[in-house]
Antibody, heavy 122, light 108 residues
Framework: QVQLQESGPGLVKSSQTLSLTCSVS??????????WNWIRQSPGKGLEWIGY???????SYNPSLKSRVAISVDTSKNQIFLKLSSLTAADTAVYYC??????????????WGQGTLVTVSS | SSELTQDPAVSVALGQSVKITCRGD??????ASWYLQKPGQAPVLVMY???KRPSGIPDRFSGSSSGNTASLTITGAQAEDEGDYYC???????????FGGGTKVTVL
């Protein structure tokens, strides 16, 4: 069973860049045709898809965050990275990494990490 | 704003049935996936594709789709079914992913 674990600073200052790591265990991130996603959830709010990197090397980002976000992978370390720049208080959220699969007609997030809370302070 | 619309909250008596809906133009093209999130936990996939349940999800959960609306039905709701349910799909362009705003289900 694949497991995902997010890590990174719990507190960052506004205007700075957030860097998070998702470490995957139990399988190689290149073993299948998977998409590696970041999703966040502001306190008391719903889920927001941030973007993904997929095994063929491409990326896709939420248009509302595209100018500030970058997702990359290190296959040798079995890790996925998120960088989010120009932080504001609105970026305070629990950040999840999740494995995605696409099928004809639908997409699923079938494995999730436990999430890591990031607070942006002024 | 989300391209997928869900009712904010719904309640159901223990053992009764409840239908949760998700509306959006992209659902005319794509099936929705459904996730249950309990307080303090990560979401868990409960339904995907054309009425497919992941291993371990009880068969009281079922999914359907018609036009721009996807539905998740719980037949014989149990206390452990309480939580926030989110739908997810590709957006109308097909290039991005979106979530509905979530539906809080309370089992009375």
């Amino acid at each position: 069973q694949v497991q995902l674990q997010e890590s990174g600073p719990g507190l960052v200052k506004s205007s700075q860049t957030l860097s998070l790591t998702c470490s995957v265990s139990g399988d190689s991130i290149t073993s299948g045709d998977y998409y590696w996603n970041w999703i966040r959830q502001s306190p008391g709010k719903g889920l927001e898809w941030i973007g993904y990197s997929y095994n063929s090397g491409g990326t896709s980002y939420n248009p509302s965050l595209k100018s500030r976000v970058a997702i990359s992978v290190d296959t040798s370390k079995n890790q996925i990275f998120l960088k989010l720049s120009s932080l504001t208080a609105a970026d305070t959220a629990v950040y999840y990494c999740a494995r995605g699969e696409t099928y004809t007609g639908f997409y699923v997030f079938d494995q999730w990490g436990q999430g890591t809370l990031v607070t942006v302070s002024s | 704003s989300s391209e997928l619309t869900q009712d904010p909250a719904v309640s159901v008596a223990l053992g009764q049935s409840v239908k949760i809906t998700c509306r959006g133009d992209s659902l005319r093209i794509y099936f929705a996936s459904w996730y249950l999130q309990k307080p303090g936990q990560a979401p868990v996939l409960v339904m995907y594709g054309k009425n497919k349940r992941p291993s371990g999800i009880p068969d009281r959960f079922s999914g359907s789709s018609s036009g721009n609306t996807a539905s998740l039905t719980i037949t014989g709701a149990q206390a452990e079914d309480e939580g926030d349910y989110y739908c997810n799909s590709r957006d109308s362009s097909g290039n991005h992913l979106v979530f509905g705003g979530g539906t809080k289900v309370t089992v009375l």
